[in-house]
């Protein structure tokens, strides 16, 4: 099995557990990679997450956008080929309208600068700074535009009224982002109304300095 074989096999199986574990349902989500060619695999549009093979994913030339089988692709995919075309670090997106990051996106009084509290030193290594992106009609030029805009300067994005996006160097990171940040928001709504401990400022520069810039 080639690496590229390896690769489609790993997303294939993140998007069984995906659904399995309830962070996609129906025909929710899309997920993507870029292949050692330079072009771009993304799901298919109408079916869910599970289930799904290598054969089934789409390819899309990463320049023109043109499709390269006859797989239809996902109708979000020219946001995917929007933050490969502004991100050449990043090799794998993950799109989830997973519960808890949902529910997040959905708060009227959610902070720009900080939606989520620096509540585990996890969140801050693994998602933070996290990006706010406005809303925008599903699959629209102006959702693609606004998510390249703001991908270029984050690796996590929470899509007002939407869900999340999380990309990564490698299939890996980008669910282990996505993961995270899921995570984290559970614990912001579970923990609504307690008297919290959040990480200090100097404890952040500890992480800062260790994970970041060791």
Same mark, same amino acid.
């Given at each position: 099995?080639?690496?590229?074989?390896?690769?489609?096999?790993?997303?294939?199986?993140?998007?069984?557990?995906?659904?399995?574990?309830?962070?996609? /349902?129906?025909?929710?989500?899309?997920?993507?990679?870029?292949?050692?060619?330079?072009?771009?695999?993304?799901?298919?549009?109408?079916?869910?997450?599970?289930?799904?093979?290598?054969?089934?994913?789409?390819?899309?030339?990463?320049?023109?956008?043109?499709?390269?089988?006859?797989?239809?692709?996902?109708?979000?995919?020219? /946001?995917?080929?929007?933050?490969?075309?502004?991100?050449?670090?990043?090799?794998?997106?993950?799109?989830?309208?997973?519960?808890?990051?949902?529910?997040?996106?959905?708060?009227?009084?959610?902070?720009?600068?900080?939606?989520?509290?620096?509540?585990?030193?996890?969140?801050?290594?693994?998602?933070?700074?996290?990006?706010?992106?406005?809303?925008?009609?599903?699959?629209?030029?102006?959702?693609?535009?606004?998510?390249?805009?703001?991908?270029?300067?984050?690796?996590?994005?929470?899509?007002?009224?939407?869900?999340?996006?999380?990309?990564?160097?490698?299939?890996?990171?980008?669910?282990?982002?996505?993961?995270?940040?899921?995570?984290?928001?559970?614990?912001? /709504?579970?923990?609504?109304?307690?008297?919290?401990?959040?990480?200090?400022?100097?404890?952040?520069?500890?992480?800062?300095?260790? /994970?970041?810039?060791?």
């Amino acid at each position: 099995m080639n690496s590229d074989d390896s690769l489609l096999a790993a997303l294939c199986a993140s998007a069984d557990s995906f659904f399995a574990r309830g962070l996609a /349902f129906g025909s929710t989500g899309n997920l993507s990679v870029r292949l050692s060619s330079g072009v771009i695999a993304v799901t298919p549009t109408g079916l869910p997450l599970q289930g799904l093979r290598p054969e089934l994913l789409a390819r899309l030339d990463p320049l023109s956008g043109a499709s390269l089988t006859t797989a239809k692709p996902s109708k979000e995919s020219p /946001f995917h080929l929007g933050i490969y075309r502004r991100r050449p670090d990043v090799n794998a997106i993950v799109h989830l309208h997973s519960t808890y990051s949902t529910a997040l996106s959905c708060r009227e009084d959610l902070d720009p600068d900080q939606p989520l509290p620096p509540i585990t030193p996890y969140y801050f290594m693994r998602v933070a700074p996290l990006g706010i992106v406005a809303y925008h009609r599903p699959g629209s030029a102006e959702l693609a535009a606004a998510i390249e805009e703001s991908a270029a300067t984050h690796n996590n994005l929470l899509l007002r009224n939407h869900g999340l996006i999380s990309t990564g160097a490698n299939w890996n990171e980008a669910v282990d982002r996505a993961e995270e940040l899921e995570e984290t928001a559970k614990l912001a /709504f579970l923990l609504r109304g307690e008297k919290l401990r959040y990480l200090t400022a100097d404890e952040i520069a500890d992480l800062d300095r260790t /994970f970041r810039r060791a």
